[in-house]
């Protein structure tokens, strides 16, 4: 018998070994599905939240915009800077713990200030989830296999948008609810008490991961090891996956804001409920179709797996989801979105493995939460206001189906073109 290569020995994980890393995963995955419905809960409670505070528009639009997204955006690189430099598990434990508190304040405060300021700690604790959640992954598998588990766990935001969805339905209404062990509340009240406790209970669960507790020479070398040369080294790469996800992230939150809204003024209230539960399934389901793709592309030494999958997607997905959008019937709108959600909703997973495989260990916090902070600038700064401004350039709100579609179509050709120079470019190159 041939001697066992490297790489085989590598990918060999014992089926205790695999039990244990898998079931790290699922916790992570368990932590962002109750971030996400955390922070969409403003959005899905606003009319009891409204009625509560007496809100105006503009307080509103503090609640739902600069509340959270600004913070978000802006905290995520020093997030994964502290947890990069004292342990990844530690970092990911208080965080947890920090917004479970807030959001148990934000069912608390009694006044619009205190909501605002408690949506800003939220957002600033949840910033340091996903670059931590993404090293610590990417510590547990080898860079071949890593695409799986990171879109499995990226599955968790199209889970979480369900699950806040189903939650706006039964609370998003104006009246009391009785809660165990605490009473009579607000329907609105009971949605973030709720994900407060479900944090407050799994996160001491944080200390059993595999792969965080980094060991004081580990933490030694993280802060040896410099974030500037490593970016010089890769400039090129790294815009060029900056600039492919980015794009992606627009359409991907494009779809995820202004569906619900066009399927509204298009087909009624009736075309909600399979919009959320086929699109949350698929989305679910793309995470295994997606991935495994990209990890068996991996496998077979594709150096560009990562961008080849997301070409893949993009040329079949997005021209299938303008269609529906141009569509005058319910059913095939649904059943684009949820074919588009199946493909295109998991790509986070795999464009983060992108930016781990030739990221150092040390600096993986660090340069997953650059990534997070580019993607998710473009995606809520671009994304919403340029389909809403192309609506209104097509003539209104009955046009938003022809500006989504627009959108889609040209964000396909320069997925597509992006991708191809990626693949062109020498890996490495910098500047």
């Not at 359409?251 to 509204?264: E, N, R």
Request: charged fraction near 10%; proline fraction near 5%; charge should be positive.
């Amino acid at each position: 018998m041939g001697q066992e290569s490297p790489a085989a020995a590598e990918d060999r994980e014992s089926p205790a070994r695999l039990l244990t890393i898998w079931a790290a995963v699922a916790l992570l995955f368990a932590l962002y599905v109750v971030a996400v419905v955390d922070r969409l809960l403003v959005s899905v409670l606003l009319t009891p939240i409204k009625a509560a505070f007496t809100l105006t528009d503009f307080s509103a639009g503090l609640l739902l915009g600069p509340a959270f997204g600004i913070f978000y955006g802006v905290m995520a690189f020093p997030m994964g800077w502290i947890a990069d430099r004292f342990g990844r598990r530690l970092v990911l434990f208080v965080a947890v713990a920090i917004w479970s508190l807030a959001s148990l304040a934000s069912a608390l405060v009694t006044t619009v200030a205190g909501l605002i300021v408690a949506r800003c700690v939220v957002a600033i604790a949840e910033a340091a989830l996903s670059p931590a959640a993404f090293a610590l992954i990417g510590a547990m598998f080898p860079p071949r296999k890593a695409a799986f588990p990171m879109a499995v766990y990226a599955t968790g935001s199209s889970l979480g948008f369900g699950l806040a969805l189903l939650m706006g339905g039964h609370l998003g209404v104006i009246g009391t609810v009785e809660v165990p062990l605490i009473g009579i509340l607000h329907r609105w009240q009971a949605g973030f008490i709720s994900t407060a406790v479900i944090g407050l209970v799994i996160s001491p669960l944080i200390f059993l991961l595999p792969g965080g507790g980094q060991s004081s020479e580990q933490l030694a070398e993280a802060r040896r090891v410099k974030l500037k040369p490593f970016l010089a080294q890769n400039l090129r790469r790294i815009v060029g996956l900056l600039v492919l996800f980015g794009i992606m992230a627009i359409v991907g939150v494009s779809l995820q804001l202004w569906s619900a809204p066009h399927a509204q003024r298009m087909f009624g209230a009736s075309a909600a409920a399979p919009m959320a539960i086929m699109g949350t399934v698929a989305a679910v389901a793309g995470s295994f179709v997606t991935g495994r793709g990209a990890v068996l592309l991996r496998q077979r030494g594709s150096a560009n797996a990562y961008v080849l999958i997301s070409l893949f997607v993009t040329v079949l997905a997005l021209p299938v989801s303008a269609l529906g959008f141009l569509s005058s019937s319910q059913a095939i709108f649904v059943g684009t979105f949820a074919f588009t959600m199946l493909l295109f909703a998991p790509f986070i997973g795999y464009a983060a493995a992108a930016f781990n495989e030739f990221t150092p260990e040390p600096l993986r916090a660090r340069v997953g939460a650059i990534f997070f902070t580019m993607i998710a600038m473009a995606g809520s700064v671009v994304g919403p206001p340029l389909v809403g401004a192309l609506s209104e350039g097509f003539g209104g709100a009955q046009h938003l189906g022809e500006a989504m579609a627009t959108v889609n179509v040209v964000a396909c050709i320069l997925i597509a073109a992006t991708a191809l120079i990626i693949m062109r470019a020498k890996p490495g190159s910098g500047t």
